[in-house]
């Protein structure tokens, strides 16, 4: 059986969506890693959504969490996870740590533009 098929995607079984996110290459992890765009930076950019960064200001859209603002810290490909730097849980020890948000329950606020490949990606249409 194969590794991964771009095919289950499309498939309505539970057990097969989790397969293909689990088992995803990275070029369609980035592709999952995307988050949709503010109404005043859709217009700018004439997109609805882009891919995430580290340094860019998001807000929570769901959860308990949800209307939280913060940077970015983090990216986990790994567990296709986002990190903002205002999320946090306290553990039984009393210590803080970061809470993994899914990519579709944020909001980018403000986009980080420090790489120049990522400007010339949001001018093109």
Do not use: F
């Not at 309505?12 to 369609?28: D, E, V």
């Amino acid at each position: 059986m194969k590794e991964w098929s771009a095919k289950w995607k499309s498939s309505a079984q539970p057990r097969k969506q989790r397969k293909y996110r689990a088992k995803a290459p990275l070029h369609a992890r980035q592709k999952m890693m995307k988050s949709h765009l503010s109404k005043s930076l859709r217009k700018e950019y004439d997109k609805r959504s882009i891919g995430l960064r580290k340094g860019d200001e998001v807000i929570v859209m769901r959860g308990k969490h949800k209307k939280t603002a913060g940077k970015i810290t983090d990216v986990d490909m790994k567990n296709l996870k986002v990190y903002v730097d205002n999320v946090k849980a306290k553990k039984v020890s009393g210590q803080e740590v970061q809470i993994g948000i899914d990519p579709s329950n944020i909001m980018i606020t403000k986009a980080s533009l420090d790489d120049k490949k990522r400007i010339k990606a949001l001018k093109r249409k």
